[in-house]
């Protein structure tokens, strides 16, 4: 299976070959900066990985014509060097150098299938050890650089690399070194809070093909003693996708997306937890904080809290067994004394080791070759220290994430382990291997070297526990290098997380009963050290988690009118307040406290302290009252609080401001004014229905005008009735009615009795009497002198009525039927 997914990763290769350039080609400062190689040219088999003697060899590979132009006539030769590599240093001077130094040259063959531009081209040389002359010397392994170079027709280089071949004695005479590995199971944050994933990412790398699927692969696959360094937080998140649906929102969508229960998930943990049931692990703090900057801003007790069981034990509870190996290993493997008085204080507490890189220690005492322990003091004590091989850690941890460069790193890796027995044939010598925690190795190459590990004639796979139990080597500390600072996590970043520790603290002191929401894991993922590599998705995560932290404690608060005013008639009264819990899921316990902006003009009572604490479960409402008193009308501003109790007066939020609006009026005075009130709308709606009902009765008459009979009325009389203009006879306009001419233009006139004269009185037609205010009727009977004021009662403008007329418009018209 793993050389199918070999075959398979270096088909994907081929349209983009991640080819070697010769060093030569590569920028150097102070000189021309050349363009990659023109010809790359990937491996893609060596074989046998060790040889002896009377070996066939065989490499092979792909080139590829990486520029934009025709490449006639090129030529591929194999280089070597007939005389073994003498130590490790000349060793690395071969790899990062040209084909060039090595003195001797092979084979050679034409490259005519990539002339054109893009074009590709296999290719393969097969040569053995007696044709190489390669030997092993006074029976230990020898390391032997081989290479291939591309010559154009000007026989110019435009290509190459270099590999290595270790050749092993018929009759070894070597002490093989004992190797350990460290095998990392961490990754990079994928949650802000404890609810809801940026980014979906795990399901691809717990897939059997993703990053960590493989890790967990191949570390089950062979018998090669590991010891696993774990993150919990990454396990805390496969258990999260595993357990049931969840959400994925990432920076700056406008909504979440929601993920069915994770089974990827749950068959890695599944995967997970059988291929460690028999090897040893330990655990990072949670999240892997980055330790180094936290003990560099005086924020100890955060490393606490991420070595506290409550968090460190989800790898237990994942597991089904608690870690059996105490290792303290800070990132990068590089810490100052501050950040290993810490580690030790909280992980080596009961023993256990460092795991530290071999840069950051001087060299043995000259005559002494390095191994992998040592001793280093704290202010704990002496501990013992493990260093990882920093130059095969490097070689493991880069370069390995295509094909091609992890067949160079496979052959590399035998050439720099056979160089350390090789060095000292007769000193056992101790190796430890601890590739970079977010390791991503090519497929099929962690299982590759772990095979290789418990495979090769000069290695001895060890546990890491026998290891620390060897003697420890004199070596001196360097101390934590100043020019790693800047690569730490900054102020600005570290600050502003404190400020929301102590948020989310003053949230928590308000939690009654079981806790069901917390921070803390949060926190301590916005600490880890993988936001190193990307600031920017780091500042966008603390700012995802302070808008939550802010939205879940505005869920505890004080409910106001839109216009947080309150009204308080009189000088005296109450003040309603109302405080809710809307969390879900969470009871809580607050002090609600009133404060008067304005203590001469409004005072306010205290509550008592039983009636003060207000206990809300989820969803609950309580409803307080505020005695005041105010001295005079006015607005003034009253501050509510929801204060922590037992806090000695810290608050819960920013508190809400209201406005108590006095009106200088008691409750007796304004029920006097609104009953005064209500008794004058009685009154106007009664006159409204009187009005209304006398209307609709003139409406409902027998015709008449209601002043007299019929053809009594004058212009502009404000009566019912028709209207004759001047000088129009009445029965003109009322034909068939004798004798109903106007005597004149005026208001009509009344007679004595203030009635309407009955048929045959003589009223005589005749032409309209001049004048705006004739007093009478012309004929046998006179009017009497008006006062010439119009009557209002009557329901007309008449200007002059006489002094007996009684009653209004409708009295009139009932006397005159």
Excluded at 65 to 72: F, G, I, K
Excluded at 248 to 274: C, H, I, N, Q, Y
Excluded at 750 to 767: C, E, L
Excluded at 778 to 807: L, V
Aim: net charge positive; hydrophobic share 35%; charged share 20%.
């Amino acid at each position: 299976m793993r050389r199918v997914k070999r075959a398979v990763a270096l088909a994907a290769l081929l349209p983009c070959v991640a080819l070697a350039t010769p060093p030569a080609l590569m920028p150097s400062a102070g000189a021309h900066v050349e363009k990659r190689a023109p010809v790359g040219l990937a491996v893609t088999k060596v074989t046998p990985k060790t040889v002896h003697a009377g070996s066939k060899i065989q490499i092979s590979g792909v080139a590829k014509n990486r520029s934009d132009q025709r490449l006639d006539g090129l030529t591929m030769r194999l280089r070597y060097s007939a005389q073994p590599v003498v130590s490790r240093s000349q060793l690395d001077q071969y790899a990062s150098g040209r084909p060039q130094l090595m003195p001797n040259i092979g084979p050679q063959q034409r490259l005519t299938g990539i002339a054109a531009p893009g074009a590709t081209q296999n290719w393969g040389f097969k040569t053995s050890t007696k044709e190489l002359r390669l030997r092993a010397p006074g029976g230990t392994p020898g390391v032997y650089p081989v290479g291939v170079e591309v010559l154009n027709s000007a026989q110019q280089v435009v290509g190459g690399l270099t590999t290595f071949v270790t050749f092993m004695p018929k009759d070894p005479q070597f002490k093989p070194v004992a190797i350990s590995w460290v095998w990392p199971l961490m990754d990079r944050m994928h949650r802000t809070n404890d609810r809801t994933f940026f980014d979906d990412r795990l399901s691809k790398d717990m897939s059997p093909d993703g990053r960590l699927g493989a890790l967990v692969e191949a570390a089950a696959a062979t018998d090669t003693p590991v010891t696993w360094g774990i993150d919990p937080a990454l396990l805390d998140d496969a258990q999260r996708m595993a357990s049931g649906d969840y959400t994925v929102d990432p920076f700056g969508a406008k909504k979440g997306t929601r993920k069915e229960k994770s089974t990827v998930a749950a068959a890695w943990l599944a995967s997970l937890k059988e291929a460690v049931k028999d090897d040893p692990y330990f655990t990072v703090p949670y999240a892997d904080p980055d330790v180094v900057a936290l003990v560099r801003h005086k924020m100890p007790r955060d490393i606490g809290v991420a070595f506290d069981d409550r968090n460190t034990g989800v790898a237990t509870k994942a597991l089904g067994r608690a870690a059996n190996s105490h290792v303290a290993w800070p990132p990068y493997g590089a810490a100052g004394p501050g950040t290993l008085e810490q580690l030790a204080k909280h992980e080596l507490k009961d023993g256990g080791t460092f795991l530290m890189s071999s840069s950051q220690f001087q060299n043995p005492p000259q005559g002494s070759l390095p191994n992998a322990t040592t001793t280093i003091p704290t202010r704990q004590g002496k501990k013992n220290a493990l260093l990882y091989d920093a130059g095969i850690n490097k070689i493991v941890s880069e370069g390995s994430d295509s094909a091609g460069g992890a067949l160079l790193t496979e052959q590399r890796f035998l050439a720099e382990t056979a160089m350390i027995a090789a060095e000292a044939p007769n000193v056992q010598r101790t190796l430890v291997v601890a590739p970079d925690r977010n390791w991503d190795p090519a497929p099929g190459l962690a299982e590759d070297l772990l095979d290789y590990t418990a495979d090769a004639d000069w290695l001895r796979e060890l546990p890491l526990s026998k290891i620390e139990s060897a003697e420890p080597q004199p070596r001196v500390f360097n101390g934590y290098p100043d020019a790693y600072e800047r690569h730490e996590l900054g102020d600005a970043h570290l600050e502003q997380l404190r400020a929301i520790t102590r948020r989310a603290a003053t949230f928590q002191s308000v939690m009654t009963g079981q806790v069901n929401i917390s921070y803390e894991r949060a926190l301590l993922r916005l600490e880890s050290v993988a936001w190193r590599a990307s600031p920017s998705q780091a500042k966008r995560a603390r700012n995802e988690l302070a808008d939550q932290l802010e939205a879940d404690m505005n869920q505890v608060r004080i409910v106001t009118t839109k216009n947080k005013r309150v009204l308080m008639g009189g000088s005296t009264g109450k003040l309603p307040v109302l405080v809710e819990n809307t969390l879900s899921n969470q009871s809580v316990k607050v002090r609600l406290v009133a404060t008067s902006e304005n203590t001469a003009k409004l005072q306010l009572g205290q509550l008592d302290p039983e009636e003060a604490v207000i206990e809300l479960r989820p969803g609950e409402r309580a409803q307080r009252w505020i005695p005041a008193q105010a001295a005079g009308n006015g607005n003034f501003r009253v501050q509510l609080d929801l204060m922590i109790p037992g806090s000695g007066g810290r608050t819960l939020g920013d508190g809400e401001t209201i406005t108590v609006v006095t009106t200088g009026y008691g409750r007796i005075a304004l029920l006097i004014t609104g009953g005064g009130l209500a008794v004058l709308f009685v009154g106007v709606g009664v006159r409204a229905i009187r009005a209304r009902r006398r209307r609709n009765s003139e409406a409902a008459g027998d015709g008449s005008t209601g002043t007299g009979p019929a053809g009594t009325a004058e212009q502009g009389n404000g009566f019912p009735g028709t209207f004759a203009g001047p000088g129009v006879p009445a029965s003109a306009e009322f034909p068939g009615t004798p004798g109903a001419g106007l005597s004149g233009t005026g208001p009509s006139g009344t007679g004595p009795s203030g009635t309407g004269r009955p048929p045959g009185t003589g009223i005589s037609p005749g032409p309209a009497a001049p004048g705006p205010a004739a007093a009478g009727v012309s004929g046998a009977g006179a009017a009497e002198p008006g006062d010439g004021i119009p009557d209002p009662a009557a329901g007309g403008n008449s200007a002059g009525h006489g002094k007996h007329a009684a009653g209004n418009g409708e009295r009139r018209g009932r006397d005159g039927d």
